[in-house]
Nanobody
Framework: QVQLVESGGGLVQPGGSLRLSCAAS????????MSWYRQAPGKERELVAS????????NYADSVKGRFTISRDNAKNTVYLQMNSLKPEDTAVYYC?????????WGKGTLVTVSS
């Protein structure tokens, strides 16, 4: 049974930091490209960051470059998103995604709220 379980969301003040985690199970995590997406209220889901299976490449949305860092630990079947200098416009539900060929897996999301 494939599972992606996000954690680490919450309420944070502007300028603060959060670290999201996504624990994977039920598939061969080390072979999958992993990504974080987010969806703000009333907006479409957008790609935030992605990382290749072997950590050789990362990719970021322009809006988060220099503030967010994606990483993974294949020994722990976990992908992370370190978010610094958070802004109110980063408020969204953040989703973990794993993809390999036709296999496309999603978590249920974790809410990040940036507000004073």
């Amino acid at each position: 049974q494939v599972q992606l379980v996000e954690s680490g969301g919450g309420l944070v003040q502007p300028g603060g930091s959060l670290r999201l985690s996504c624990a994977a199970s039920g598939f061969t995590f080390r072979l999958y490209a992993m990504s974080w997406y987010r969806q703000a209220p009333g907006k479409e889901r957008e790609l935030v960051a992605s990382i290749t299976y072997d950590e050789s490449l990362t990719n970021y949305a322009d809006s988060v470059k220099g503030r967010f860092t994606i990483s993974r630990d294949n020994a722990k079947n976990t992908v992370y998103l370190q978010m610094n200098s958070l802004k109110p416009e980063d408020t969204a539900v953040y989703y973990c995604n794993g993809r390999l060929g036709r296999n496309d897996y999603w978590g249920k999301g974790t809410l990040v709220t940036v507000s004073s």
